[in-house]
Each structure stands twice: as structure tokens, then as C-alpha cells.
């Protein structure tokens, strides 16, 4: 074939697309039941947003991005993330003047160049959800629990939360140096990568995988120990709220997460049954963006989610989505306006209502029922139309019945 899509980019089909809006309505839901509104941004935005917010040396900004000059000279970048773009439309729009507290969510797609393998594609898409004006710890936990409401609603099983504190900014930097100057006189026995690391992002080789490096990490000093009196407080009341709450996790304070903009809480929900790709949603504290990007200082704190993931990782059985689905067999011609009409009646009561437009037979239309999972199938033949009748069909039990045509919407009326 001579077109196909490019290289870690899929196309989502119609047999698909249902899962995926069962998905996005327990998002839509959920998010508004905690008071969140959706916020829509562009695709592409200046490349330096998203250098400036998410850091020069991180991996997303050195080798992921998707960017190009723009005719007038410019640098233009598909969106990597959402976090910057929406801090952008904060300041942009002067929110913090409206409210000063504004929740936002969003959904849709992302761009990064990473190498594709299982739950990680080059186009990929996130939920995510954003909360500007609170430096309480409240906030933060009602964040995670925003997110452990929508995977708990969706099902997921196996999920847990890992939970860190990376301190106020002076408490990440004064950390950093200390690990660099620690791991500094073992430079040779780093990995490339970790060696490249120790000079552009120390932080991160905390994250390594490779055994030696982690032996190494094990006796490394802690950022536990550069917390402010202030910073163990906020981390110590956000477990206590987590607690109260019910929502089990696990301290991990070498999880540093791969974006610079952090400070205080981070966090990520990881699922059991995915593989490497194993974390369906990250976040934290960026309580220095809005400021670095020229807006006034204003703490927030975020998440999002790999959709692509969640989906991978739970079960939406295409049925259960079509629970009222009925499918309408008209095998006379000259009746189909009757047919149309009579299917747009059910439809008012709330019904799915599919019809072939192929004049397939009986049994042909009967197969397809079955195969999109229609509950009951609505016949019209020579001798129903004649008799002003119609069969119905009930698609489980196979149970048929014949009803007059006029009593045909009480039938469906619960
Ligand atoms: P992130 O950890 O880079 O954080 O991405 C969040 C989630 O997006 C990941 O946990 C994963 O589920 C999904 N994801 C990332 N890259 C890929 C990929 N290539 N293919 C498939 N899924 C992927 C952020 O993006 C931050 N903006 C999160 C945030 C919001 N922090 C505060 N507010």
C-alpha cells in the first residue's frame, strides 16, 4: 500500500472510538464533579514555551520535540505536554483575575519522538487536569484523589500511586548540587547517558535502570534531608489528607519525574499489567512556572494521563456501551419511509437505533445485529405490514414476539 501512517502514530477506528468515549465521559464526569472546566489549546505553540518551562537539557526538549521554522522565521513546536500551553493561556488571559482559584482540564493529542514500543507512540494523547491559585496542600490532595476517582470509576485494577516531595526550588537546587558532588568522583563507572546527565540533569540518574548505577544511587544522600521545615510539613499534611481519604501509596523519593517544572509534591499512578511503559499518569507541584513565564507568582499543581495506557490497561466491553441499541429490519421496499420514521420515534425515547441500507436478507441483517451487539431487532415483512404488526426480536434470549405497529413506542417506553 502506498500511504500509511507514520511511524508511532495510529489511527483510532470507528470499532475503536467507542471505548475511547467511554472514556472521555467518565473524564468529562469526574472532572466536573470536582468543580474542573475544560480548557482547549492549540497544537502548536512558540518553541520556547515549552524549552523554558520544561528545561533545556531534559529529554523532551533535547531530542523529542517536533519543531520547525516557521516561514516567518520563528521556531514552531507540536505541543509535547499541556501544562506549559495551559500555564500560557493563564497568564494570556488574566484567569488569575477572574477567580482566584481556577480548576481546568483537558483532553487531546500530544507529539514527542521517542522510540515506539507498547504505550508509547510518537502521537499519543492525555486527560490531564490543572489547578492554579492554591499553595494548600488540600489541593494537592484533591488532585490525586481527582485522579484516583477516574480510574477507580474506569475500573482499573493493579494501579498504585507513588508519592515524593521535591522540595521548595532552593531545596531542589541545594539537592542537586549535593548529588552531583556526590556522584562526581564515580564519573567513570556512569553509564554514557548518566554521564551526559551529571552535567546537564543529575536528578534524573536517580531514575536509572541499570544495576550498578543503583547501588551507587542507594548510598547517595536524600532529598529527605534538604526539605525546609516548611516543605516536611506540606508533604507530611498531603499524606495525612491522603490517609483520611483512603488512597493507599507508596513513598518514593527517588522518582523525580522528567520535567524541570517541579517543586514539592510529585506523584504517579502506575499500573501492574503494562510493561516497561508502566506509568498511566504523572504530576506535581509547579508552583515557579507561572512566574518564569512572565506571569505573577502563583502556585499550582496538575496531573496527567496517557489515555492510550488507561485504555490498554482496562476492560470497556463494546456491549455494554450499546445497551439500547435496536436494530430496525425493514424487508419491504415499499415500506422504508414508514421504517425511517418508525426508527426515529425510538430514537426520541433514547434508543440506538441502527438499519441496514444494503436491502440485506433476514438472516444477513439478523448476523449483524448480533455482531454489533444490538439487544433486540424490530422486523418489519410482507405479512407485518400487511397486518400492521411487527415482530421483535429479543437478541439474547432469541425470544421473538408479535405486537401491534402502533403499540410499538409503549414497548419501548420504560
Ligand atoms: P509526563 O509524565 O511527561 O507528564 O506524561 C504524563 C503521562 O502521559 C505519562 O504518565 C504517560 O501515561 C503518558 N505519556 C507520556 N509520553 C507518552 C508517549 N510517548 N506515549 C504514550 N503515552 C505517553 C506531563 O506531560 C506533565 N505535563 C504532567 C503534568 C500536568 N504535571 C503537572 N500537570
Not at 481527582?146 to 526550588?169: A, H, M, Q, R
Not at 507568582?297 to 494521563?305: K, V, Y
Request: proline share 4%; glycine share 8%; hydrophobic share 35%.
Amino acid at each position: 500500500m502506498t500511504h500509511r501512517t507514520i511511524k508511532g502514530t495510529h489511527d483510532i477506528l470507528p470499532e475503536d472510538s467507542v471505548r475511547w468515549q467511554e472514556l472521555e465521559r467518565v473524564i468529562y464526569d469526574v472532572a466536573a464533579s470536582y468543580g474542573y472546566n475544560e480548557i482547549r489549546t492549540p497544537i502548536f505553540e512558540n518553541t520556547n514555551l515549552f524549552s523554558r518551562s520544561i528545561g533545556e537539557y531534559t529529554d523532551i526538549v533535547s531530542k523529542e520535540m517536533y519543531s520547525w521554522e516557521d516561514r516567518s522565521g520563528g521556531s514552531l513546536t507540536l505541543r509535547p505536554e499541556l501544562t506549559a500551553p495551559v500555564a500560557r493561556a493563564y497568564i494570556q488571559h488574566n484567569l488569575g483575575s477572574k477567580s482566584p482559584l481556577q480548576r481546568m482540564y483537558y483532553i487531546g493529542p500530544l507529539f514527542r519522538r521517542e522510540r515506539p514500543q507498547k504505550g508509547r507512540q510518537r502521537q499519543f494523547h492525555q486527560f490531564g487536569i490543572e489547578a492554579f491559585g492554591s499553595e494548600f496542600p488540600e489541593q494537592d490532595a484533591e488532585i490525586i484523589a481527582v485522579g484516583n476517582t477516574i480510574f477507580s470509576e474506569l475500573g482499573l485494577k493493579d494501579i498504585s500511586l507513588k508519592l515524593n516531595s521535591l522540595g521548595s526550588s532552593t531545596c531542589r537546587n541545594k539537592y542537586t548540587k549535593a548529588l552531583k558532588d556526590y556522584l562526581t568522583p564515580h564519573k567513570d563507572s556512569l553509564s554514557a547517558t548518566s554521564q551526559k546527565r551529571l552535567e546537564s540533569n543529575p536528578l534524573r540518574i536517580l531514575e536509572t535502570k541499570n544495576p550498578e548505577e543503583q547501588k551507587l544511587i542507594a548510598d547517595a544522600p536524600s532529598i529527605t534531608d534538604f526539605w525546609t521545615a516548611d516543605d516536611k510539613e506540606h508533604f507530611s499534611t498531603v499524606q495525612n489528607l491522603l490517609n483520611g481519604l483512603n488512597i493507599p501509596y507508596e513513598l518514593d523519593h527517588q522518582m523525580v519525574r522528567g520535567l524541570d517544572y517541579y517543586t514539592r509534591t510529585t506523584f504517579e499512578f502506575i499500573s501492574g499489567n503494562l510493561g516497561a511503559q508502566d506509568a498511566i499518569c504523572g504530576g506535581g507541584r509547579y508552583d515557579g512556572l507561572v512566574e518564569t513565564l512572565g506571569g505573577k507568582p502563583t502556585p499550582a499543581i496538575g496531573f496527567a494521563a496517557g489515555m492510550e495506557r488507561i485504555l490498554l490497561s482496562m476492560d470497556i466491553s463494546k456491549d455494554d456501551a450499546k445497551i439500547n441499541t435496536v436494530y430496525l429490519i425493514n424487508l419491504v421496499e415499499s415500506a422504508s419511509g414508514q421504517a425511517l420514521f418508525i426508527a426515529n420515534e425510538l430514537r426520541e425515547l433514547g434508543c440506538y437505533v441502527i438499519m441496514d441500507t444494503l436491502r440485506r436478507s433476514l438472516k444477513a441483517q439478523l448476523r449483524d445485529a448480533n455482531r454489533i451487539g444490538a439487544v433486540k431487532a424490530v422486523i418489519i415483512g410482507e405479512d407485518e405490514l400487511k397486518n400492521k404488526t411487527v415482530q421483535i426480536k429479543d437478541l439474547s434470549s432469541g425470544e421473538q414476539e408479535e405486537i401491534v405497529m402502533n403499540d410499538l413506542v409503549k414497548h419501548f417506553t420504560v
